[in-house]
């Protein structure tokens, strides 16, 4: 298939993106963004739940490990299915009988701001390596399977992509207000 052919179908696709992304922002605050006005269908947050923890990798990967690997990926759906049931049945009773809407505010109650800050460190700390690990990938797939093709060298690649996901308003992508960087690259990469 065409470099040009494929190039095109990426940047449609970031487009609908783009498009999707402003069409369901509109009226909508911080509070509809982080906790959907507190009311939201159970099928959007199942699958809220299910694609928070899937990502292009995901699709990139899996398929591989699986192959390598045998049945020893398998390992990692029980845990997703152990874990979405810890959450349906202890987090989400806990949070709405404490009226939370992050696990932080429950570490700030129950074990004091040290507990609060710690996890806090470490989710930030974890969510930028991942988003680093994913914004390589992508870069990096896009420059075997498009841009070489093309004659354009990785580290321009490399170059625009960033200045590209930096140049990109928040107002556009989101929200209007202050959003993680990680929100941000999931809705720009992985939606």
Request: glycine fraction near 8%; include cysteine; charge should be positive.
């Amino acid at each position: 298939m065409s470099p040009y052919l494929l190039f095109g179908f990426v940047f449609g696709y970031f487009l609908l993106l783009l498009a999707v992304a402003w069409y369901t922002s509109k009226n909508s605050d911080n509070e509809s963004f982080f906790i959907g006005n507190r009311n939201s269908n159970w099928m959007l947050v199942a699958f809220g739940m299910v694609g928070t923890s899937l990502s292009g990798v995901t699709f990139v990967s899996v398929p591989g490990t699986v192959g390598a690997g045998a049945f020893g990926y398998y390992q990692v759906v029980i845990g997703y299915f152990i874990g979405y049931f810890a959450i349906a049945y202890i987090l989400l009773p806990l949070y709405y009988k404490m009226n939370l809407t992050s696990i932080y505010r429950f570490l700030e109650e129950r074990f004091g701001p040290v507990s609060y800050k710690t996890g806090a460190i470490f989710f930030i700390i974890s969510r930028t390596l991942g988003a680093t690990a994913r914004m390589y990938l992508v870069i990096n797939i896009l420059q075997i399977f498009i841009l070489d093709a093309m004659g354009v060298p990785f580290i321009v690649t490399a170059f625009l992509m960033l200045c590209l996901y930096y140049s990109i308003p928040l107002k556009v992508v989101s929200r209007p207000l202050f959003i993680p960087t990680h929100y941000k690259l999931r809705l720009c990469w992985e939606a």
